[in-house]
């Protein structure tokens, strides 16, 4: 036999009184936020604006986006990256997937993490410190 109850399984006097939240202010382990803020076309070319984070977490829309487009054809991307304020070998991955069976990709206007995750992985590629390395494998312009 069963029998449904709204009362509380301890008595008031025997429950723990609710914790005060604390902010940290450490790491933040929840997933950043990437947004496209825009992509417009010229041609067989897709130009896309990124703004905010590019983690393991955010990457998926820039991903399915890119996958989609290749798939209609479109054999050029310029990735404006001035509004991306973190990165990590989550954009690498998207970045060395695009230029495969041909396509062309074009950074354009860095953001300060962008040039320093490319930084850190010509240094990581050459053997060389970042300050040393040659320049990414990807075409710039400002």
Not at 28 to 40: E, H, L
Not at 134 to 141: E, N
Request: proline share 7%.
């Amino acid at each position: 036999m069963s029998t449904s109850s709204t009362a509380p399984i301890l008595p008031a006097s025997l429950a723990a009184p609710a914790l005060p939240v604390v902010h940290d202010s450490g790491a933040d382990n929840a997933p950043g936020v990437i947004v496209v803020d825009s992509c417009t076309t010229l041609g067989t070319t897709l130009v896309v604006r990124l703004v905010g984070e590019i983690d393991c977490y955010s990457v998926a829309p820039l991903r399915a986006l890119l996958a989609s487009a290749a798939a209609g054809g479109y054999t050029g991307l310029v990735l404006d990256t001035a509004r991306v304020s973190f990165c990590d070998s989550s954009l690498l991955a998207v970045l060395e997937w695009w230029p495969r069976r041909g396509r062309r990709l074009t950074l354009a206007n860095r953001s300060r993490a962008v040039q320093r995750l490319l930084s850190a992985a010509a240094a990581d590629v050459s053997g060389l410190p970042a300050a040393q390395a040659g320049p990414p494998m990807v075409a710039a312009t400002s």
